[in-house]
């Protein structure tokens, strides 16, 4: 990935995809529930932010299966672009993501900036989660990813550091993504939402930035159901409770990592990394959180709009998790 300044996108520069090319043969992208297609930003770029001639992906809602063609969850594309800004919080690697629409078909969406192929780094080799898992676990089942431990994941670390090839730290990598996806909540950290970039000389090889974080933030619940949970704090203790991690422990575990029980969990087994996920977690404030939310409530130009409740509930959501994580960290 390249730094471009942080440049933020304001609710006069929604991108429209409409006359945006599908790049190569991957007109539909295949992997995920989400529709989303591979587009190629025009040159000039239509905004300061995008980058000419680079690849991006238009993500939309999941559609229901109830309602053929409609959205199941219509708002869910404010949730990934508000996990981007939440990590670039954090100071972690992430793809930009813009909010965006398709004026042909009204299709609301996101453009998210594909983490390959920037200048200079041409020819690098991208290997998904799941071919990984599938190489390491006998009969991996890649549908349903049933198999998908921190486990395996570690042994496949451990492998690259021993060998000299991994470029960081992957302590901090794994550590930091449990943590971030406990903080927002997301569910959805499967074998195809992470894998390993390799230079063209097959030397180095570092993890992908975090992608894909859309599923989280509460986006599933009904503005009625979210207002209740802000008002009763056993319903949204249990909330919290009941999110998992996509993955399990260990190969042989029963049942998914709880969001914040993983990040528990790793830091008891590798202590040395506590203080950066903290310091992580307490150099934002309220503040800086809510610059975020109430930013997106001006983009009221957009199909299902991201509300001042909406915001409201996400700001509660998320400090509550924050300051669970610290606890959980800190004990």
């Known amino acids: 990935m390249i730094d471009r300044g942080g440049v933020d996108q304001n609710e006069d520069q929604v991108i429209d995809i409409v006359d945006w090319p599908t790049s190569g043969t991957h007109g539909v992208y295949p992997v995920g529930a ?18 000419p001639r680079h690849r991006y992906l238009f993500k939309e809602a999941i ?24 990590g670039r919080l954090m100071k972690l690697s992430l793809p930009p993501v813009f909010v965006a629409i398709d004026s042909d078909s009204g299709e609301p969406g996101t453009i998210n900036e594909w983490f390959m192929d920037y200048p200079g780094q041409e020819g690098e080799l991208y290997i998904a989660g799941g071919d990984l898992m599938q190489h390491l676990i006998p009969g991996y089942d890649r549908d349903k ?10 042994r496949l670390a451990l ?3 021993r060998t000299g090839r991994l470029t960081h730290s992957w302590e901090e990598y794994w550590g930091l993504c449990l943590c971030f996806d406990a903080l927002i909540g997301n569910t959805d950290r499967h074998q195809e939402n992470w894998g390993l970039i390799v ?13 894909d974080n859309g599923t989280s933030l509460g986006h599933e619940l009904l503005p009625e159901v979210a207002r209740r949970k802000m008002r009763d704090p056993n319903e949204f ?6 999110g998992e991690h996509h993955m399990r422990w260990s190969l042989h575990d029963r049942k998914r990592l709880r969001l914040i029980e993983g990040v528990e969990r790793f830091g008891e087994s590798y202590p040395e990394v506590k203080d950066l996920l903290i310091n992580r977690l307490r150099q934002w404030d309220e503040e800086d959180l809510w610059g975020i939310l109430s ?9 299902a709009p991201f509300t001042q409740e909406n915001a409201e509930f996400v700001q509660f959501l998320t400090l509550a998790r924050r300051e669970r994580l610290i606890q959980a960290l800190e004990t």
């Open 34 to 51: 989400r529709d989303k297609s591979l587009r190629l930003c025009p040159d000039p770029a239509p905004q300061p932010f995008c980058i």
């Open 63 to 86: 559609k229901s299966a109830k309602q053929p063609g409609r959205p199941r969850h219509p708002a869910q594309y404010w949730s990934e672009a508000i996990a981007f800004r939440i």
């Open 145 to 154: 990813g049933r198999q998908h431990n921190f486990g395996t994941i570690q």
């Open 159 to 161: 492998f690259l550091y």
């Open 199 to 211: 230079t063209p000389d097959g030397k180095s090889v570092r993890f992908s930035p975090y992608f």
């Open 237 to 242: 203790a249990a909330y919290l409770r009941k």
């Open 295 to 303: 930013g997106f409530t001006k983009f009221t130009d957009m199909p």
